[in-house]
Nanobody, 127 residues
């Protein structure tokens, strides 16, 4: 069983930055495609970004392109989501998810594509 733990969520002012981490113990995340999702109050969970296990291809939702960057850490068991120029509409609980295969096309932002989920970390963007 892959266990994922998110961290790095916080209260930040609009225009600020945060770096979220998704860590796994006892597993190497390099073998997994990792997605970041978020869920705001009263809204459905939505895909934010994804990094493929095969070739490191990255995907982003239109709403975060140019502001967020997903990357793998040097330790091979951490994936980061660097979030810059944060907006109040980025406020949500952020989740990382993992699947042991490559995802193609629009499958990356489908919740059903992933088999393992973390518990989430709260990001609040407010002045």
């Amino acid at each position: 069983q892959v266990q994922l733990v998110e961290s790095g969520g916080d209260l930040v002012q609009p225009g600020g930055s945060l770096r979220l981490s998704c860590a796994a113990s006892r597993f190497t995340l390099d073998y997994y495609t990792i997605g970041w999702f978020r869920q705001a109050p009263g809204k459905e969970r939505e895909g934010v970004s994804c990094i493929s296990r095969s070739d490191g291809t990255t995907y982003y939702a239109d709403s975060v392109k140019g502001r967020f960057t997903i990357s793998r850490g040097n330790t091979k068991n951490t994936v980061y989501l660097q979030m810059n120029s944060l907006k109040p509409e980025d406020t949500a609980v952020y989740y990382c998810a993992a699947v042991g295969r490559s995802l193609y096309g629009t499958n990356w932002y489908m919740i059903a594509s992933y088999g393992h989920w973390g518990q989430g970390t709260q990001v609040t963007v407010s002045s």
